[in-house]
């Protein structure tokens, strides 16, 4: 067994409290190694489907789209710019992005979200099914986003792979994914405190998916498919609370900006080489001719 990002086999089975996932002993990638092929995938879509709030998630997610797609359209100035959302769900993004002017598709498992998000953008632009089928022609995007869906997708690297082949020459690849070290730190916190949480009905946030990426993991795992100039740093939250982790309100947003405020007070006097933030965001290029020349 080897790990998918840096390709070691230093792999220690059962990081602590985690049974029945491995770790990366190299990259600090956490990994499962089972409930792959249809069983795994069709979990992930009962799941967006018929349990995820989606609607509640996009909207406390809005001032992040208008961040990111406020960065890009900075950066891809042209008149035709075209995008891919993988994992799109609904459309949200999409829809927000079609209101800016972008030529927007999307890749998506859900049937019912599938369904949503050709309402949203046209049945044309919606393909049902995972990216290696819709069988895109190479250099057709400029941007390629993937919000919260490496982590559940089969085989991460094949995925970027072929984001890499049908991503523009210099176009951009946008990651949000959930911080490992995070979200442990997270897990062992409750479990100290889980008597108290118990009593005022507060669901244990934490959340480990089949793939868990540090920023080394992610950044190795880039390199591996091609990508160059690497930039993570903390993602900024999302506002509000979809997911009902806690009952009582009212604290929440003050939580939450404090967080924030401290992910980017450490990433500042630490240079940007400790990122403590709950999720990751990732920005990176296909090369350019001119620069592989």
Same mark, same amino acid.
């Given at each position: 067994?080897?790990?998918?990002?840096?390709?070691?086999?230093?792999?220690?089975?059962?990081?602590?409290?985690?049974?029945?996932?491995?770790?990366?002993?190299?990259?600090?990638?956490?990994?499962?190694?089972?409930?792959?092929?249809? %069983?795994?995938?069709?979990?992930?879509?009962?799941?967006?489907?018929?349990?995820?709030?989606?609607?509640?998630?996009?909207?406390?997610?809005?001032?992040?789209? *208008?961040?990111?797609?406020?960065?890009?359209?900075?950066?891809?100035?042209?008149?035709?710019?075209?995008?891919?959302?993988?994992?799109?769900?609904?459309?949200?993004?999409? %829809?927000?992005?079609?209101?800016?002017? @972008?030529?927007?598709?999307?890749?998506?498992?859900?049937?019912?979200?599938?369904?949503?998000?050709?309402?949203?953008?046209?049945?044309?632009?919606?393909?049902?099914?995972?990216?290696? %089928?819709?069988?895109?022609?190479?250099?057709?995007?400029?941007?390629?986003?993937? @919000?919260?869906?490496?982590?559940? $997708?089969?085989?991460?690297?094949? %995925?970027?792979?072929?984001?890499?082949?049908?991503?523009?020459?210099?176009? $951009?690849?946008?990651?949000?994914?959930?911080?490992?070290?995070?979200?442990?730190?997270?897990?062992?916190?409750?479990?100290?405190?889980?008597?108290?949480?118990?009593?005022? *009905? $507060?669901?244990?946030?934490?959340?480990?998916?089949?793939?868990?990426?540090?920023?080394?993991?992610?950044?190795?795992?880039?390199?591996?498919?091609?990508?160059?100039?690497?930039?993570?740093?903390?993602?900024?939250?999302?506002?509000?609370?979809?997911?009902?982790?806690?009952?009582?309100?009212?604290?929440?947003?003050?939580?939450?900006?404090?967080?924030?405020?401290?992910?980017?007070?450490?990433?500042?006097?630490?240079?940007?080489?400790?990122?403590?933030?709950?999720?990751?965001?990732? @920005?990176?290029?296909?090369?350019?001719?001119?620069?592989?020349?």
């Amino acid at each position: 067994m080897e790990c998918i990002c840096c390709l070691s086999q230093r792999i220690k089975p059962d990081p602590p409290g985690l049974s029945g996932y491995y770790g990366c002993l190299e990259c600090g990638l956490i990994f499962k190694d089972r409930d792959r092929g249809e %069983e795994s995938r069709d979990t992930v879509i009962s799941h967006y489907q018929y349990v995820d709030p989606h609607s509640q998630v996009s909207d406390s997610k809005r001032p992040f789209f *208008n961040a990111v797609l406020g960065h890009l359209s900075s950066h891809v100035k042209k008149e035709k710019r075209a995008i891919l959302d993988v994992g799109c769900g609904y459309g949200y993004f999409l %829809e927000m992005a079609a209101a800016r002017g @972008w030529q927007c598709s999307g890749v998506e498992l859900a049937p019912l979200a599938v369904q949503g998000a050709r309402e949203k953008i046209g049945a044309h632009r919606i393909f049902h099914g995972p990216l290696r %089928e819709a069988r895109y022609s190479g250099n057709s995007f400029d941007v390629i986003t993937l @919000w919260d869906v490496l982590a559940v $997708i089969e085989e991460p690297f094949e %995925e970027l792979r072929d984001c890499f082949r049908i991503l523009k020459r210099g176009g $951009i690849i946008d990651i949000r994914t959930r911080n490992v070290y995070f979200q442990r730190l997270l897990y062992g916190l409750f479990a100290l405190i889980r008597p108290v949480t118990g009593r005022f *009905n $507060i669901k244990e946030p934490y959340v480990f998916n089949r793939y868990c990426f540090s920023r080394k993991a992610l950044s190795m795992l880039l390199q591996r498919a091609g990508f160059t100039n690497i930039h993570i740093t903390n993602s900024p939250l999302t506002r509000g609370d979809p997911y009902g982790h806690i009952t009582i309100k009212g604290p929440l947003r003050a939580i939450k900006g404090f967080a924030e405020l401290i992910s980017r007070f450490v990433f500042r006097i630490t240079g940007g080489r400790l990122l403590i933030g709950p999720s990751l965001l990732l @920005w990176a290029e296909k090369p350019s001719l001119e620069a592989e020349g």
